[in-house]
């Protein structure tokens, strides 16, 4: 029988520039140590947000299969005496296996003839798999710096706030960071900062969008930043430069997307474009417009994690971080 598995990691804001190779190393880890048990899933869809790292493992057995154990012994000549009565050795091995010595096999090998313990064992299952593996792909990420918090000796990329650990509708208990595991997430830091209940891990990714104003997989959210960009670049009469590595950076730093466009004094066109571009970019996280003769413009287009309800007192902030980063540049 398959089953979908949600595992979240909920956070304080992870690294920007790091999210990406956390969350598939995350996965990685997972998936692999599920395989390794011969309970890897179907496929996997990875989610990564500022404040969260998780997946949906879809098609994952519940149950390992029926597994044939077998222990070899001493030597035949070595468990037996002339009569047929078993040594230390044979009675010695036998007490290991748990059994009685009529319970154990004499097997011929190529090597030669030894005494055999066989049995069947049963499968582990997901759910008491699930945390021990879960554990130690958390420990075993490629971290380059730890950090601790509270009062625990726990360390982590950021502080964990909460963990979702789920088969299907079913909580799978456990507990790690000093946190219990359930069924509750969060939404948007200030859209949608309640608890929200996942009733099941495949209702996941839209229980988030629909409720908690979290737009849950990294890909998604990219895609919606481009579009947000070159929508808001040609109502300005413009063409953004969409760098790859500020596109990421910026879809890692917002949880819901959504665009300001902002204005500069056209008299900071008069310095050098690759200074101008270079400071939006790296400083700002701002993408640059440019008009239909490659000419830079006196616009930009931010990326914003909250959908004001005035957006008008959010822009002059804005347009005014960016006027002594020019300032700066004109002066060295």
């Known amino acids: 029988m398959m089953s979908d598995c949600l595992i979240e990691i909920g956070t304080e ?61 001493p030597a035949l000549d070595a468990a037996f005496d002339a009569d047929g009565n078993p040594s230390r050795a044979a009675l010695g091995f036998a007490a290991s296996c748990g059994v009685d010595i009529d319970k154990l096999e004499r097997r011929q090998t190529e090597k030669g003839s030894w005494l055999y313990f066989c049995d069947k064992q049963a499968g582990r299952s997901l759910h008491q798999l699930l945390p021990e593996l879960l554990a130690a792909a958390l420990a075993s990420l490629p971290i380059p710096k730890r950090m601790r918090w509270g009062e625990r000796s726990d360390v982590f990329v950021r502080p964990v706030k909460w963990l979702v650990l789920m088969v299907d509708s079913e909580v799978v208990e456990a507990e790690i960071f000093g946190l219990r595991s359930g069924n509750r997430s969060f939404g948007h830091r200030f859209h949608a900062p ?53 596109l ?65 007192e959010v822009l002059p902030g804005n347009e005014r971080v960016i006027r002594p980063r020019f300032a700066d540049a004109g002066f060295f």
């Open 13 to 73: 804001e992870l690294p920007p520039r790091a999210l990406q190779s956390l969350a598939q190393n995350f996965a990685s880890l997972v998936t692999q140590s599920l395989a390794d048990q011969n309970l890897g899933p179907g496929s996997v869809e990875v989610f990564a947000t500022p404040r969260r790292l998780a997946m949906l493992l879809r098609d994952t057995p519940l149950q390992q299969a029926e597994q044939l154990l077998e222990k070899r012994g």
């Open 248 to 312: 990421d950076e910026v879809t890692a730093l917002v949880e819901y997307p959504v665009p300001v466009c902002g204005e500069f004094d056209p008299g900071f066109l008069e310095l050098p474009v690759e200074v101008l571009v270079s400071t939006m970019q790296e400083n700002q996280k701002y993408f640059a417009l440019f008009d239909g003769e490659g000419e830079l413009l006196p616009h930009f287009i931010a990326i914003s994690n909250i959908d004001s309800r005035k957006p008008e």
């Open 194 to 246: 309640a608890a929200l209940e996942i009733r099941s891990a495949s209702e996941y990714e839209e229980t988030l969008l629909s409720r908690g104003w979290v737009i849950a997989s990294f890909e998604q959210r990219r895609d919606r930043v481009r579009n947000l960009v070159e929508q808001a670049a040609t109502r300005l009469g413009g063409t953004a430069k969409i760098d790859d590595a500020l």
